[in-house]
């Protein structure tokens, strides 16, 4: 009796607990988030179509073959069943159908890269119009959003107006991140020197949690912020708002905020550099570091061997050796541009010169292939 007394206290607790749930996923505010629900119970469901029969038939059988019942059927030649077989494989293969299909559709229509066509089911987007964009950068540990339109930046808040489709630009300074709103749509990660693109839209007003959904250190757990859906009139008051703050993003600002820090509090930023997202992407915010994209400019065309080792001697995500840590040739040449020369050309005269000055082999950097010349 006190056993039984004990196992319902504590279903009753289990339950209680459970109704302090906060059920978003499942009841979400935005458009993709809520097609993600619809996803997530359909699946559910056509799971439980399969999981609920076999559950029952083990109680059913447990309960009809079990010893004391000397009335069940007793039979040990059995061997087989055409129609057990029918029914027993015919059904899942069904619900792996029905399955396989709902993904297939889903998987694009869903896709985060794909821009909108609709602001909820009932209103499909006019053709040609264009989302609000947001540049989202994931630090250490907080989150930049840059607002390349209204020409403001914010630190650990979000804002946006309701049925206006969004396009979020993602990367991070550093470490891989997770950049989730479950009212909203589903997580995306960011990854330094890549980007990554969300289309979603919030349909309904309120304020939303935001964090990050991928472990990243010591302050991951406060990496949180505040997603707040408003209307237009709404909106626009907290872009005066955040405008009235007076203060500028730039490089050198850019490069102090990026420190790791621990629960940073919100900051506004009335005036953000408008190359500065494009320079965050290309890890060249420092501007002693060449950008990615520069390099892989020179990349496509060749490479730019010896003559331009000082392009990326100094790269701070470069491997140890490459971080300027050897002596380097004297006299400093930059690789400027690429163009194609006759065989041989300035490749041939750079191929036996040294590396290093204390003679370590140059077989950590290329010379410049035949047919190509470096410009000075």
């Known amino acids: 009796m006190l056993s039984k007394l004990v196992r319902g206290v504590a279903v009753a607790s289990m339950f209680s607990l459970l109704g302090g749930c906060n059920l978003v996923v499942i009841d979400p505010s935005g458009d993709i988030a809520s097609q993600q629900s619809d996803l997530i119970i359909v699946s559910t469901i056509l799971m439980l179509l399969i999981i609920v029969p076999v559950m029952a038939l083990t109680v059913f059988f447990a309960w009809k073959y079990r010893q004391s019942n000397k009335d069940a059927e007793y039979d040990p030649e059995w061997h087989h069943s055409t129609k057990l077989e029918v029914i027993i494989w015919s059904a899942p293969l069904v619900i792996i159908i029905a399955l396989g299909a709902i993904t297939w559709v889903t998987t694009h229509t869903l896709d985060p890269y794909r821009p909108l066509d609709r602001i909820d089911a009932e209103r499909p987007l006019p053709k040609g119009h264009k989302p609000m964009v947001v540049e989202v950068v994931s630090l250490d540990w907080k989150w930049l959003f840059v607002y390349p339109e209204q020409g403001i930046a914010t630190v650990n808040e979000l804002a946006a107006p309701i049925d206006t489709p969004i396009q979020f630009k993602i990367t991070s300074s550093g470490i891989m991140n997770s950049f989730f709103i479950p009212a909203l749509a589903g997580q995306i990660y960011s990854m330094a020197g890549m980007e990554t693109k969300l289309h979603a839209v919030i349909n309904e007003e309120g304020i939303y949690d935001g964090f990050s959904g991928n472990y990243s250190g010591e302050g991951f757990s406060h990496m949180r912020f505040k997603f707040h859906g408003l209307s237009q009139e709404g909106f626009d008051n907290w872009v005066n708002d955040v405008k009235?703050?007076?203060?500028?993003?730039?490089?050198?600002?850019?490069?102090?905020?990026?420190?790791?820090?621990?629960?940073?509090p919100v900051h506004h930023f009335s005036a953000?550099?408008?190359?500065?997202?494009?320079?965050?992407?290309?890890?060249?915010?420092?501007?002693?570091?060449?950008?990615?994209?520069?390099?892989?400019?020179?990349?496509?065309?060749?490479?730019?061997?010896?003559a331009g080792i000082h392009n990326v001697m100094s790269l701070t995500y470069d491997v140890p050796q490459m971080r300027g840590s050897q002596p380097l040739p004297e006299s400093k040449s930059y690789v400027a541009s690429l163009c194609t020369t006759p065989e041989g050309g300035l490749s041939g005269e750079i191929a036996n010169l040294p590396l290093f000055d204390n003679g370590k082999a140059a077989s950590a950097m290329s010379v410049a292939p035949k047919g190509i010349s470096s410009a000075f």
């Not at 490069?255 to 790791?260: A, R």
């Open 244 to 264: 009235a703050d007076e203060n500028f993003l730039g490089r050198s600002q850019y490069l102090e905020l990026e420190k790791p820090s621990i629960d940073e």
């Open 272 to 306: 953000v550099d408008p190359e500065l997202y494009t320079a965050i992407l290309n890890m060249c915010v420092d501007q002693s570091k060449m950008c990615m994209n520069e390099m892989m400019s020179i990349d496509a065309k060749g490479g730019g061997g010896l």
